[in-house]
């Protein structure tokens, strides 16, 4: 088989232990799932009930164009449903706009560490590919202006990032934009956007309409709860959006996920409610590390990356034994640290009595 060169090294993606693996694998009984940054409060009801409600045939093709879920979106965000995209989850629209712009005589420009299919696709797609290491965990915004070049197609900026947390102030990404070549485009992931409540954070979609070159892109995986039906999509004027679907594969947003999300997006309250008891775990956490005079960055997501001078394998593997999935850094560019979802007040409880457990121990 002539394999792509690429392909041959290339890792694939490592999820993070199931339960039921851990279960089997230490014989507990109960495990606490704090490593994907999923939602611990599940979904709306009005999401389920969209799903229980749903009488179409299995047999039956998604509607390609996903067009309830279009409109409900569109009305939402107040933009023209030309203006959308839809993906098998912000992950699908990562290799969709890496496929549409990336090839062997281009480069991408990125951060380092940042969320990692931004650098995996442009492996795929032979791109050169320019990391740009992160200043005090934030986008090094000038460092990445000046490794842009004439083959620079894309630019990564992950806003709030994984996994630091942090996040891009209005008037440095505004100036940051203002700078790049309008050849260049901007891929603007806002996966936590609807956790942010930092005052200085940007409108995103109003400068879409200032600056051409840039897309948008959410999901409905992280604070809507439904990452298990894979729902993303990206917001950007019509002509990025056109030269876009070519690259796009048919029926690629399942029925369910469709009607889900649309009955999701209706429900801001649920979205509301999940904002402010995020922050609310937030807090116990960084009081926590207060006391104990650990590291980390103050996060804008539902996550935190926490230094804890260690192997991070090491703390991993001792939660791991309590019952406690998280996310060692080590795989993340942070080797002493580990990330954690915030979870339910219970859950996060539990955790940091595992951690107090840790540190009593070292």
Sequence with gaps: MRWKEQLLTLTPYKPGKSIDSVKKEFNLEKIVKLASNENPFGCSQKALAAIHENGQSLAIYPDGYATNLREA??????????????????????????????DPSSNTVMAEPTFSQYRHNAVIEGAKIIEVPLKNGNHD?????????ENTNIVWLCSPNNPTGTYIPEQELIAFLEKVPQETLVVLDEAYYEYVVAEDYYESISLTRRFDNLIVLRTFSKI???ASLRIGYGIANSKIIKALEPAREPFNVSTFGQLAAAAAINDQEFVQQCKQTNRQGLEQYYQFFEANKLSYFPSQGNFLLVDFKVDGDQVFQYLLQKGYIVRSGKALGFPTSVRITV??????????????????EQ
Excluded: T, W
């Design 73 to 102: 979106v569109a009305n939402h965000y107040q933009v023209k449903p030309e203006e959308l995209i839809f993906g098998n989850g912000s992950d699908n629209l990562i290799q969709i706009i890496s496929r549409a712009l990336l």
């Design 141 to 149: 915004l000038d460092g990445m202006l000046a490794a842009i070049d």
């Design 224 to 226: 809507y709860g439904l």
């Design 343 to 360: 979870g339910s007040n219970e859950e996060n409880e539990g955790l940091l009595g595992a951690i107090s457990q840790f540190l009593a």
